[in-house]
């Protein structure tokens, strides 16, 4: 007979952090919902995180402020983890036959058997009214910029079946949070939150390049397409044509946002932080491709803090 502490072990998902708490202290009950969410790898929510919150700091050092409003702050933290897990209900959903015939996703909740197709929509709905609910606390001009990134949130899934750009559409859905901050506080859209819009698209497909890495073998078996697959042994150039791309066109949103000097000290070090994952990748090792997929949350660190220090200088001027 199985052991239960094997079988609570064969459940967890490959790529999970190792000793999350939803593996760790979750009941059991709400474990397969916690995975199918991915609270179980909270880079995912950062990184969906990181555009709302440096499009905030940067509104506030447009406006003056010496600070992001930190109630958008939260709202976007709660936004971004309620969504993100949406997203990946959603996706797990539309990719059930997919994940099975892959290695590191065979053991999801859904192709693994511990969530069924009926649990998996009514979990997908009540994240959606928890981002709904956080969305309502905005501006009109928000909310309609919120509910309008759904149609391309809804047709990612489906992506890596058609081209071999997936992780572009990503890239679209992920930042739009570079849109929601400035909207959040000034109730219409410039130039400067397009370009850091712009400059996020770029970082996402870099990064999201990085983690494909990870299933290519699968991924060319099964007939799914993607970046990883499509660059190959060139991805370190296309890595270093993409994270130069977004830090020039993050650059021309802090000029045209009137940032000061510490913004762009932020910026040089999340372009180190990017030089050093191009000099770092191993394409070949998928913990290699794990460790610097995961490292991007410390990258958003970087540019946020540069920016809010450098409101809070210039405000104390």
């Known amino acids: 007979m199985e052991n239960p502490s094997t079988r ?16 760790t202290r979750a009941p059991d009950w709400l474990k397969p919902y916690g995975r199918l969410a991915r609270w179980d790898r909270p880079i995912g929510w950062w990184l969906l995180l990181w555009p709302c919150w440096w499009s905030a700091a940067l509104a506030a050092g447009a406006a003056g402020n010496p600070l992001p409003d930190l109630w958008h702050v939260f709202l976007f933290l709660v936004g971004a983890i309620a969504m993100r897990g949406a997203g990946c209900t959603y996706n797990d959903l539309v990719d059930r036959d997919i994940d099975g015939l892959v290695e590191r996703t065979r053991l999801r909740p859904i192709p ?3 969530v069924t197709i009926r649990q998996a929509k009514v979990f997908l709905v009540l994240q959606c009214l928890v981002g709904l609910l956080v969305l309502l ?3 009109w001009f928000a909310i309609a910029l919120g509910a309008s990134s759904l149609l ?3 047709v990612y899934p489906f992506m890596k079946r058609f081209t071999d750009w997936p992780q572009a559409v990503l890239g679209l859905a ?10 959040a506080e000034f109730g ?8 850091l819009y712009a400059g996020g698209v770029a970082w996402t497909i870099a990064y999201d390049t990085i983690y494909a890495h990870q299933d290519k073998e699968d991924d060319a078996i099964v007939g799914v397409r993607s970046t990883a697959l499509l660059f190959g042994p060139r991805t370190r150039i296309y890595l270093t044509g993409f994270f130069g791309a977004a830090v020039l066109v993050f650059l021309s949103a802090l000029v045209l946002a ?16 990017m030089a050093w994952q191009v000099r770092s990748i191993d394409v070949t090792d998928p913990d290699n491709c794990l460790m610097l997929f995961r490292a991007n949350r410390t990258l958003g660190w ?16």
């Open 8 to 23: 609570r072990v064969l459940e967890a998902v490959a790529d999970a952090v190792g000793g999350n708490w939803v593996d």
């Open 112 to 114: 693994s058997g511990q």
């Open 137 to 139: 606390q905005f501006n």
């Open 152 to 154: 391309v949130v809804a």
């Open 174 to 183: 992920f930042s739009w949070g570079a849109l929601m901050g400035w909207a």
């Open 188 to 195: 219409r859209l410039d130039w400067a939150p397009v370009l």
């Open 258 to 273: 009137g940032a000061g000097p510490l913004a762009y000290v932020g910026l040089a070090g999340a372009a180190l932080h």
């Open 302 to 317: 970087i540019l946020f803090a540069g920016l809010v220090a450098d409101s809070l200088v210039r405000h104390s001027l």
